[in-house]
Each structure stands twice: as structure tokens, then as C-alpha cells.
T-cell receptor, first 115, second 114 residues
């Protein structure tokens, strides 16, 4: 199993550009989520999904869109990038149960810079 | 909203010694879970240990153990026999009732001196 795979690892965008951060997992996990990590901050939840076709907002959803058409994939879209979106983005997944029986598995992150 | 506070931005420990990282959280709920994650320079997030709030017994994983004080809303991590590979950022995280929506503290950077 590859686990949680995020692409790309690094990305530089100009203000106003759009892009999609990809996240895929091969563990048949129902739950997937996106976090951002800023310097001096912990991870903050952007969006999450409890299953295909179901998404919801986290703590910092503004400027981001998500969809969940398959169990495996959970892309994060930036429609019009802003410098404030410069961050490291993590995708995570779990089977269920808050890590009790299946821990939250994280991808290796995408470092995004918006100039 | 729940908050997680890690009051020690940086800590250092000598190899083979013991270090304790502090974490406090704020919640009015009774059903929740607490976690410690390790983030080495590789950026990978690694689960170190987890604690269910309904369990009075403190969780232990090899050299890692927690001191869970529910009334005080405190959840500290003790690392025994510290090793050079323990050097990393450590994040405390809170999960309300299995919601899978983790709230993280700002982290503690641990340095292990040889």
C-alpha cells in the first residue's frame, strides 16, 4: 500500500492563478481531510469528507473548494491563489473512529508558495 | 471552540535523559480523544500516542507515555531514554467525540543533544 499520496510536493503560483492539490489513498478509508500548516502554527483543518459525495468545512475553508467523487481521491482546489495561502498542505485519511482503531494517516505534504 | 495550548515553543534534552512536553486543552465536552504527533524535518506527521478521555489509565507506547489529568485538562508527553531520532516538532491534538476534526497546538520543537 502506498498510503496517502499527495502531489505535487512543491508548487509556486502567482497571485490569481488556480490549481488543484491532489490527494489519493489506497486504504479504502472513508474519512479524508485537508489541513494547512503555517510557520509557528499547528495544523488547521480546511475541509473534510466522511465519504464519497459528502464534504464539509473545517476551521479555515475560505478560498478553497473540495469534492469527493470517489473514495480514493480528495482534491483541494484553489480558485484564485492569494499570498495568504502560502503554506504547507497536508492530506489525511482514516477508516473511522478518531484514531481509536485506525489512526489518521497523513500524506507527506505539499509546500505551496504564492507570489 | 476547543483550543489546545503548548506553552513550550522549544525544549532540549540530553541523549538518554527524560523530557516532558506540556499540553493543555479547553473543552466542556466529556467525550474526546487526545493525541501526540511527531513531525521530523522530513515533514511527515507520525502518530506517537493517543488517549481516550474515558480511560483513566495513562497510555504508554514503549519510551513514550502520557500524564493525562482530565480535571486539569492537561495531557503531557514524557519521553524516556531520549534518542537523537526523537528530535522533531511535537504537536498535541484534540478530537471531539470521534469527529475526526483535529485541533492542534502550535507545537514544541525538541532538540536532543548528544
Amino acid at each position: 500500500n502506498a498510503g496517502v499520496t499527495q502531489t505535487p510536493k512543491f508548487q509556486v503560483l502567482k497571485t490569481g492563478q488556480s490549481m488543484t492539490l491532489q490527494c489519493a489513498q489506497d486504504m479504502n478509508h472513508e474519512y479524508m481531510s485537508w489541513y494547512r500548516q503555517d510557520p509557528g502554527m499547528g495544523l488547521r483543518l480546511i475541509h473534510y469528507s466522511v465519504g464519497a459525495g459528502i464534504t464539509d468545512q473545517g476551521e479555515v475553508p475560505n478560498g478553497y473548494n473540495v469534492s469527493r467523487s470517489t473514495t480514493e481521491d480528495f482534491p483541494l482546489r484553489l480558485l484564485s491563489a492569494a499570498p495568504s495561502q502560502t503554506s504547507v498542505y497536508f492530506c489525511a485519511s482514516s477508516y473511522s473512529g478518531s484514531g481509536l482503531n485506525s489512526p489518521l494517516h497523513f500524506g507527506n505534504g505539499t509546500r505551496l508558495t504564492v507570489t | 471552540a476547543q483550543t489546545v495550548t503548548q506553552s513550550q515553543p522549544e525544549m532540549s534534552v540530553q541523549e538518554a535523559e527524560t523530557v516532558t512536553l506540556s499540553c493543555t486543552y479547553d473543552t466542556s465536552e466529556s467525550d474526546y480523544y487526545l493525541f501526540w504527533y511527531k513531525q521530523p524535518p522530513s515533514r511527515q506527521m507520525i502518530l506517537v500516542i493517543r488517549q481516550e478521555a474515558y480511560k483513566q489509565q495513562n497510555a504508554t507506547e514503549n519510551r513514550f507515555s502520557v500524564n493525562f489529568q482530565k480535571a486539569a485538562k492537561s495531557f503531557s508527553l514524557k519521553i524516556s531514554d531520549s534518542q537523537l531520532g526523537d528530535a522533531a516538532m511535537y504537536f498535541c491534538a484534540y478530537d471531539q467525540g470521534g469527529s475526526e476534526k483535529l485541533v492542534f497546538g502550535k507545537g514544541t520543537k525538541l532538540t536532543v543533544n548528544p
